[in-house]
């Protein structure tokens, strides 16, 4: 929140007045005038009208929500920050005559598919694995999943989702390691009716001749058995999600194999086709494929990479019509293809290549070996201004020396080595190259804006912190560095003085904790502070509330550390005080919860 920004946030129901209280609190303590001024909630009182009522229908049909709203942004500059787009927020945009940031209506459906995924990411030449797209019937999705299983028979797990699925909703995964009998029979060289699997790559997954019959069999006879599905409070079964996907439309993945991190990038497209990259974070799964927190920044994988591809996916979106936000999840992973004796290399940067022998032999016949033995050939009488006619070769032996004049070309010219090239690729190669031990794929593509991309801002708002261009760190925002550590960094190097100023961050996804029910809200704040569960707004690290509902019995939580190892110990912390819930407070407890306070003023933090 900039200081010259007001908040108009439209809530489902009313916010209870103590958790207003405590981001009010943060608000005032962060140079902000006025908080209850600042930040407005509104509620259509007509949200109840129907069931399964969206927010912004409800708005609409909410006479005394949209004429406070109107009031509030009367003769001020305004927009509208929808999570997702449809044709109901474009109506919403028009009522309030207020600009809205997000892709049209007419777009928004086709953009975020997960279908179009693939395609705008081909678009942006950025790698993606084994991917089948568009699959609206059960046939059609057992045949594709067998082409797949029989072209790529290194592929020991495939991702099942379908097109509009969010936070793992309607994902399910199938482990072929589990399935020995398809593996083998996807093996057997019988099933490439006597095509080689490079003749195969170009060829449609769901045409693969009648050979394939017996995989898709098999496929069809045991998948509902095997996979696995994320959410089974959505989906109790197979059938139930394979209906739903052949509704929707579905997509099948390729899972690679040592996977190192599951990351995001975040960015923004502006009205004038501008790419800002916000930041990036990193998946903290509890089960497989299910994210239950996220680091900020990522812990591993390669910035400059993540970068080029929101920049990348930021300019193909812009041409699409996007204005607005979007998320592209990456997944980084052990390069199968890698080649140690291409990373070697030597001063200069080039890569050492072996030499041809007799390359390099001394043109001076009397350094020649053997050069006194040599027959006497008669002197060329060359004129003045005239160069001696080229030898003709044989055709064949032509074309040798031409391959070895390029082969040569090729290995004295300079090779890209920095980790964006080596990833990526180098046109017209898209892909890791062999040099690098990692490579990368682009495996979901979010047109709006995300929970891990919006929590970005309430990140850097309240823990102070910037990202570092080059690397994409988070450090403390000068302001902070000069009032919060100006005294203890004069005496220490620029690596501590690095390392001091560098923030890390964990935030949850919305969680349930049934004991949440028997507490209020001033008991769970009091319970939390006497264990520690609380953020010291001087030195920007601790622990904070990003949502909570005692009547639901739900709750987020952030955790700001300058070590992602200190980061991880206070979210357990935390999370372990949430689920013992209210106990009497120790003498540890009680000098905790003084030193740790959230709502007292930062002088007294010394």
């Avoid at 028009?94 to 928004?108: D, E, K, V, Y």
């Avoid at 989906?235 to 991190?261: K, T």
Wanted: with cysteine; aromatic share 6%; net charge negative.
């Amino acid at each position: 929140m900039h200081l010259a920004e007001d908040v108009i946030f439209v809530a489902p129901k009313h916010i209870h007045e103590d958790v207003l209280d405590y981001y009010s609190k943060i608000m005032q303590f962060r140079g902000i005038q006025n908080p209850p001024g600042r930040f407005q909630v509104v509620v259509p009182e007509n949200m109840g009208l129907k069931d399964k009522f969206s927010l912004t229908q409800a708005l609409l049909c909410s006479p005394k929500a949209l004429k406070r709203i109107a009031r509030l942004v009367s003769n001020r500059l305004a927009m509208l920050i929808p999570e997702a787009v449809t044709h109901a927020e474009a109506k919403l945009s028009n009522t309030l005559r207020l600009p809205l940031i997000g892709p049209s209506a007419r777009n928004m459906s086709l953009l975020s598919s997960k279908s179009n995924g693939k395609k705008l990411a081909q678009l942006a030449q950025l790698p993606v694995g084994p991917w089948a797209v568009d699959i609206y019937d059960e046939d059609e999705f057992y045949n594709s999943l067998a082409g797949l299983v029989v072209k790529h028979p290194e592929v020991r797990t495939w991702l099942l989702k379908i097109d509009d699925e969010r936070n793992s909703r309607g994902t399910a995964y199938l482990d072929l390691q589990k399935i020995p009998q398809v593996q083998n029979a996807a093996s057997a060289p019988a099933l490439l009716g006597g095509a080689s699997r490079e003749q195969l790559h170009g060829t449609e997954v769901s045409v693969l001749g009648a050979d394939a019959m017996e995989v898709r069999s098999m496929l069809q006879h045991l998948v509902p058995k095997r996979v696995v599905l994320c959410n089974r409070q959505v989906y109790s079964d197979f059938s139930h999600w394979l209906a739903e996907a052949c509704r929707i439309g579905c997509v099948i993945q390729a899972v690679p194999e040592n996977m190192i991190s599951q990351t995001s990038v975040h960015f923004q497209v502006a009205p004038d086709g501008a790419v800002e990259v916000l930041g990036t974070s990193e998946a903290v799964t509890c089960t497989p494929f299910v994210r239950a927190a996220s680091w900020y920044p990522h812990t591993r994988g390669s910035y400059q990479v993540l970068h080029e591809i929101g920049l990348r996916l930021g300019r193909s979106l812009g041409a699409k019509g996007l204005v607005g936000f979007a998320s592209a999840d990456v997944v980084f992973f052990d390069n199968p293809c890698f080649d140690a004796s291409e990373l070697v290399q030597d001063e200069d940067g080039h890569r050492d290549t072996p030499a041809i022998i007799g390359s390099d032999s001394p043109v001076n016949p009397e350094e020649l070996m053997f050069g006194e033995l040599r027959s006497p050939s008669p002197d060329m009488s060359i004129a003045a201004g005239e160069l001696p006619a080229p030898r003709e070769l044989p055709e064949s032996r032509q074309a040798d020396y031409e391959a070895a004049l390029c082969e040569q070309e090729y290995h004295l010219d300079p090779k890209p080595v920095d980790p964006v090239s080596l990833m990526l690729g180098v046109q017209p190669q898209v892909g890791a190259s062999s040099a690098s031990p990692f490579a990368c794929w682009v495996v979901d593509l979010d047109v709006r804006l995300t929970d891990e991309a919006a929590m970005l801002f309430p990140l850097k708002f309240i823990a102070q912190v910037k990202a570092e261009p080059s690397q994409g760190l988070m450090h403390l925002n000068n302001e902070a560095a000069q009032t919060r550590e100006l005294d203890c960094l004069h005496d220490l190097t620029e690596e501590e003085r690095f390392s001091r100023l560098q923030r890390w961050a964990m935030i949850t996804h919305v969680a349930m904790a049934p004991q949440l029910e028997r507490m209020s809200h001033q008991t769970l704040f009091q319970a939390a502070k006497m264990r520690g569960v609380s953020f010291d707004l001087f030195f920007n690290v601790g622990c904070i509330f990003t949502f909570l509902d005692v009547v639901h019995q739900l709750f987020s939580l952030m955790a700001v550390e300058k070590t992602p190892e200190a980061c991880a110990r206070k979210m357990s912390m935390a999370l372990a005080a949430i689920a013992e819930g209210p106990r009497m407070p120790s003498v540890r407890d009680r000098w905790s919860s003084r030193r740790w306070a959230p709502a007292r003023a930062p002088t007294s933090s010394r």
